[in-house]
T-cell receptor
Framework: LAKTTQPISMDSYEGQEVNITCSHN???????ITWYQQFPSQGPRFIIQ???TKVTNEVASLFIPADRKSSTLSLPRVSLSDTAVYYC??????????????FGTGTRLTIIP | DGGITQSPKYLFRKEGQNVTLSCEQN?????MYWYRQDPGQGLRLIYY???????QKGDIAEGYSVSREKKESFPLTVTSAQKNPTAFYLC?????????????FGPGTRLTVL
């Protein structure tokens, strides 16, 4: 499984755009990149997933360069409710034998009023 | 509503006792997972199951046991062999077609050993 590296923590002010980068140098050809958000004492929830270039949904954008060795989660105009831990995962969604999805320590994002 | 339920939300156990955490899903998902989370840490995989009557050890399976007799249920037993069981336990499931890597998580069970 591809190992991921993220910053341990980040701070940002309300209304700013926040970009969290994840490194995954050993990403395999069939791997997708997925981001989860976790609030204290809750289970993580899916935010966004992508394979290459750019993916956007109603809450975030995911930017993946051509070499796919890193990815950036972009949260537009953050609010206090975006304070959470964000996890980057890499894995092959079509390989049901590859179930050992590993969550690293994540990035603890704190939004400042 | 479809989803994953875990019970109880809080659980206290005396040292030397076994305890079973419940996880049920009505999402018709084949794969189910158990994770452990310690304060300030990420999630570590305990066991996972891809199909009924089959399960695999994760990274920290020692001191834990599971069963998968029904598609909807994946209970986790924390045995007395687990030396430091106090933690937050999360159950998740993943579907098949179109679900990619998305896992759906339950609300968690916080286990405290007294």
């Amino acid at each position: 499984l591809a190992k991921t590296t993220q910053p341990i923590s980040m701070d940002s002010y309300e209304g700013q755009e926040v970009n969290i980068t994840c490194s995954h140098n050993n990403i395999a050809t069939n791997d997708y990149i997925t981001w989860y958000q976790q609030f204290p004492s809750q289970g993580p929830r899916f935010i966004i997933q992508g394979y290459k270039t750019k993916v956007t949904n109603e809450v975030a954008s995911l930017f993946i360069p051509a070499d796919r060795k890193s990815s950036t989660l972009s949260l537009p105009r953050v609010s206090l409710s975006d304070t959470a831990v964000y996890y980057c995962l890499v894995g092959d969604p079509t390989n049901f034998g590859n179930e050992k999805l590993t969550f690293g320590t994540g990035t603890r994002l704190t939004i400042i009023p | 509503d479809g989803g994953i339920t875990q019970s109880p939300k809080y659980l206290f156990r005396k040292e030397g006792q076994n305890v079973t955490l419940s996880c049920e899903q009505n999402l018709n998902h084949d794969a189910m997972y158990w994770y452990r989370q310690d304060p300030g840490q990420g999630l570590r995989l305990i066991y996972y199951s891809q199909i009924v009557n089959d399960f695999q050890k994760g990274d920290i399976a020692e001191g834990y046991s599971v069963s998968r007799e029904k598609k909807e249920s994946f209970p986790l037993t924390v045995t007395s062999a687990q030396k430091n069981p106090t933690a937050f336990y999360l159950c998740a499931s993943r579907g098949g077609e179109g679900a990619y890597n998305e896992q759906f998580f339950g609300p968690g069970t916080r286990l405290t050993v007294l």
